[in-house]
């Protein structure tokens, strides 16, 4: 049983409690004795736990990826927080709640699933009908494409949040399509349907939100490039150039080099899918900061955006 | 009677025809006798012509700004066409089509503002619906508005631009917001419509669409900062801190320093404005692109963007 | 009484002494009962400080900007110093002694500002006199320019700084305009006096030096320009050209769009100014730096210049 | 028969002689007539070719990529060299020798190919000797593999030109391995081989260099990531590890975000592959660039490295 | 005699006069026969000579260096002016007035030398006296510093330019630092005397101003950190941590790595230095290209600092 | 007696054990008593030391630069751990371990060197001989060539750093250049033996390694043109352009301007010189790195090249 979540932790407080044991090191100090290093985590955040006694006889109780009780202090090491472990062993899986440890999506995954697939069946161009129902008859790929998270943060990223991520690009496309002409919707649509799909292998998410050695070699766009070209092999007469095309809005929808794209985007469609899945995250984030410590008028400082932003009254007039 | 266009010209072709006169500068050669250095316009570009011969006389009967009768001849000097002007003298504006000079929008700019005077009378903030109320009753200001270009480039812009954009981004405004919950949209449309008003006076488009000094030295950042603070005054008991989140949005909206702007965005409603009047600008020149040259697969390498845009089958089956 | 200063504090510390509240936040741990985080300031520095018990009754007995005293103990979290509040209650101003919470310039403003006066009363263009006048006849904003801080940093900032820096700036001006000709001198004076006056209204520095949120969302170089339009406006005949020079120098004095001007300077005036100014900074935070920790050969690092300074010596020999 | 190549045409000269039409545009003047915009290539270089007279007839009797005979005169348009076309006819392939159009190495591609399989098939891994044999026995592939350039301008790359790169890449990669321990000689090795393979889909080259719209739209990068997924399915049992190392190499052997790598190498292989890749390249520009204009002491401007090389005395004295 | 300057060549125009030839290259064309590339100097420019007749034969009568009388006809190749030479032949020096080829600074350099060794007389630093008098006995030294320009363009540079912008670098700095306390001031005027002196090295001067092999691949910073350890070596007991101070502000004067400094200035003196450098080139740039047409309100565009300079009304009303 | 090491340190340990005392600064409090700040160094890292009592007193006792023997508690301090002292003394020379406080290169100082002499002698350009004959019968300088750290941090450097990457460097050139023609051999060996030549006086490494003053102002590149320059003065005819060659590696090696370099490679042999250090340099680092911690499949992140390594399944394979 969960009794106390890491973001709660304070120094010198006992500690008592099951968290996942993300890495698990065993190492030798230089007077000979062997002690563990530990990442244990829970859906709060992550902290480092140090077995200094009994190393050895410990290590044999549990693996890495297995939830642990663990039993000792929280205590400051050259500033930052960690647990110095007294005892630490395995504990069954059916004694935890999962979601102590992996945070859900507040949305239900199969509604959002079913919005998302009839959005796609509506489109008109076949090649492009065929190639998303090569995707939703692919159990296995529907069945991550639900779960997947679309970060690794903990605190900004959870179970479904991919989905929960595309549902939302693909709907504000429809809106912002209906502002212009000549834009070719469906493979947009596709575009946005795709374009972070190679998430589900660039993360683990089994027990926490984790890179895989995939994930951090080639990447998602590297690796939804080779999923899309196994599901266009399957489809008779696929056409090679609208093939092209859907491969370039996945491999350059970043947006320019420094974000990892390896090509910048050279269609009028791609450029949007661009703009429009940057919107749609950028407008997440900042929200979600925004909703944290609502008392203050300037929320705390966004390294990634490299600024505070403004609250003002609190918001409370708006919507 | 405008017989050639400047995009028309032909190394060694003989040329007689009205141009607008953007500058004339008188200057000396080393022996000791008067040239003059012209800038000559239409609304198909621009081309410098010289004057060798009787310079001095010839000056006497025109000056800056007037529409002129050139006969010379067109010639490359040191690689770029110039016209080498035998006789040049003043025509009455009321021999001229101003529409040869400088092109005008396709829509109807009263029709397209009563669009955006109906959108934006549409908010519900009382304060921000007397800031646009006081805009609306001005009327040189909605002259200008109505007939500003929304750049300087003869070939991307053109009367009637600014109000073409500043209307489709309010369109486009309305959609997205329809897909976040949260918005200030009152804030926003305000931001939309005024975010580049102070091009009215960042360019003069009399005759040509030119920087004025203010454009230069000030830039219409900070000159619409200047004009909304001045209808604000005018306002009784305009919230200070509404005044100020409006001129956020403008200083902010082009989204970084490099681009010129004082203040990085720092509210949810600056940081869309951000993106979508740049998504709006980008659809628009690249659709332009487009439309140039439609018998290849490739548009022409776009300087500013630092690539070319796939056309591929020319865009036949789209829309 | 001011009893223990923010720099003095050391880990495990009582603490009894009088801090300016500069922030208080409620919040509400998980397990359900408030909290408060308090940011405490005095001259030396400033700490957060937490209220772990009777944090709803606390919080009742003071306000945000209050002078507090404060009982306690220091002690690091997650690596930084911050106070656990034991209690916390508001002491009347009558009991504190300002300078222990705000310091002020070694000069005396009075004399700064009639030096300046005096400088800027030499000038021979009358537009320019009479702008400078109106300044000058400005009771409010002659109290606030006085009072006024040229920066944030509570070690490198203090009260007259703004005063102390422009007066400098001016001295400076006047010498080295001596080295060459065909400076509008009275334009560079104007711009010196005007260049940084918008941090007036930047920065509040009634208790504290904080940003306000005009200084974070508008910033000092758009705040001036409005106030120089104001004084302008009230200039019978102020010609229109010179108007836009003065305030192309204050929108361009920070020299380039990476440090927030949106206009890059176009005038040898504006560029001397940007030259000047930055010059003026740098020797001042140079020699304070060199100031400190006087017995080494090097500073500590200086992490706006990504370097140490070298002090050699101690400059003993030096002046 | 080809009687003058782009490189010799002179401002003025009659132009009648045999080139490779790589672009046929027709456009249509304001005054009504169609015209006909051609790029004209051969070995030497490529040059514009215009005709206005008859466009729309001579346009029947060719198209892009034919080999024509162009008989018109040089002449200069805004700065550069173009030809007045007034005839244009197809001539049968078999009437050009080919080498006129598309240079070759100067070494045998079979020896080059036997010397490069001989290396490869020293390699001691057996799943990276499964990999190289199902190219090697891929007669499609090395037929490319064999006659692709390394690169687009007609100056500096020709036919051969990758064999000839990867083979004096893999032999680098041989001596340099002997001076460090600890190398993963066989990985290093393929990914040598596999770097700048999907070059012989990003060119077509069949007749002249160009790019191909997908390598424009993917790159050789992603384009040799897919090739070598497609073989490693067909060898049983490959290591899934093994596959990923293989990949990442190709998609970051660039070495950096701005050069167009998705991914950093993130391996000592991938690493050393980068460096050495880069290294082998300079080299050769570097001494093509020395080689031409032997006679004076500096070469000319070097654009892509931003100098020029110093030749001292001709290297005569070397090697 | 000199009959015309480069900078009067016009399309077409004959020419018979006078140049420095600073290029002579010999080459040959695809047909056998030889020719020559020149390039041909006077004070007004450069322009390209070509000889495609009797090349062979004219090559023996001149050699590069020499004046040469050149004959031919001015003519547009690739967008560019060049002159087809039909004749050149060597002219004697005593034939041609110097001056036409290298303009020289309006300010007598001795005049200017005495002034400047003044200054640096009036110091009080035994050691630094010592220093500057190494220099000032040293003939060959002196007679270079008082000759050599300041920059290698023909336009902006000039026969004693180097002296004329150290002179008015000392008394700038004269002139600030009585504004500030602290600073070492004959530390800080040796700096500025020596700061650029090795650009009597890094370009030569003699008929036209051209880099050196040296100054290209070593560079007048670290030429001259070598001439002053050359000095130094020569004065006994010249304290060590003295002569580390001096080169330092010759190797850090340019202020950042990208302009070429390999150390930052780390001294509050190199720091001034860097500054008033930079300032008193920025005056001196920018008033030369305002007194350039003086009829408009904008300079052209100044391609190094990426913008034009506002005139207004031509600066009538200034100094 | 060394008893305890720094890396070994944890918070509130006793600690009584022997420094190399790096720093002694002497303080005050603003309650007017005396405190030290040292910096206690061995071979393991680097800890501040804070005498709070007796502070003047036991200044007396010992000096900047002596072993120490210091009493005292390891504690937390602003998240950093430091050493509270009691006591400190000056302890003997004789009485440590001198490797305690700087470790060595695994290789023999006197089998590098020999190796690298050999190496060296093995040339044919009789001037480049007698260059490196001078350095190796300079004693001076080769006693300190032989000991000399590669670089400043404790970590990744140590005595004979330098000599072990200056050999490896010329093993790597001789086995690179087999794979080019046109190669200045003994040009780019030279390069390799005196490019980081000047570390001997960038840093101090008689008890710790620091970096000397001037190396921070000049640096090493500077410092050992300055030493070859005084080595080819004592050579008789040594050749003009040589000396300018082979300075010009030294200054470029870094290759940008960026890393310090003042000009850029411009020479084949400079631009090959600049990769293999730079390659061999990263090979050591990343294997380094790959050393520690072997246990898990990634290394900890490296700040300088902003990624982890991937070391999968620990490389046993290999090698």
């Keep these: 049983m969960k009794l106390i979540f890491v973001s709660d932790l304070r120094e010198n407080q006992p500690v008592d409690s099951v968290f996942m044991c993300a890495a698990k090191n065993q190492g030798v100090t230089k007077s000979g004795s062997g002690y563990l290093t530990l990442k244990l985590l829970d859906r709060s955040g992550e902290i480092e736990g ?14 890495k990826s297995d939830y642990v009780r663990v039993r000792g202090q929280a205590t400051l090491y050259q500033g930052r927080l960690q647990i110095r472990v007294h005892d630490v062993a ?11 440890f992996l945070p859900k999506s507040p949305h239900d995954p199969e509604a959002m699933a079913a919005e ?18 090569a995707f939703f008859t692919d159990d296995d790929f529907m069945d991550l494409f639900k779960r997947a998270p679309a970060g690794k943060s903990i605190h900004h990223a959870y179970l479904g949040g991919l989905l929960e ?30 374009h972070d799909m190679g998430k589900i292998y ?12 995939g994930g951090q070699l080639l990447g998602h766009l590297v690796m939804e490039v080779e999923k899309v070209s196994e599901k266009i092999r399957s489809i008779p007469d696929f056409p090679a150039e609208l093939a092209m095309l859907v491969k ?32 749609d995250g950028k407008i997440q984030s900042i929200q979600f900061l925004m909703g944290k410590e609502p008392g203050s008028r300037w929320t705390s400082f966004h390294r990634a955006y490299g600024r505070s932003f403004f609250r003002g009254d609190g918001g409370e007039k708006k919507d």
């Design 50 to 63: 140090r077995v200094w006694d009994r190393a050895n006889d410990l290590a044999r109780g549990f693996e």
């Design 90 to 100: 395995r504990v069954n899986d059916t004694e935890v709640a999962a979601e102590d």
């Design 116 to 133: 998302l697939t009839a959005i796609l069946r509506g489109m008109k161009n076949p090649h492009l009908l065929a190639l998303v129902e």
């Design 165 to 194: 991520h595309t549902l939302s690009l693909l709907k504000l496309i429809l809106k912002v399509v209906e502002n212009y002409r000549g834009i070719d919707v469906d493979l947009l649509l596709v575009g946005g349907f795709l």
């Design 202 to 213: 660039e993360f683990s998410y089994d027990r926490a939100v984790e890179y895989t050695d």
């Design 248 to 279: 370039h809005m996945l491999v350059s929808h970043h947006g320019s080099y420094e974000f990892g794209s390896p090509k910048l985007p050279q269609t009028v469609e791609a450029m949007i899918l661009h703009y429009l899945d940057d919107l």
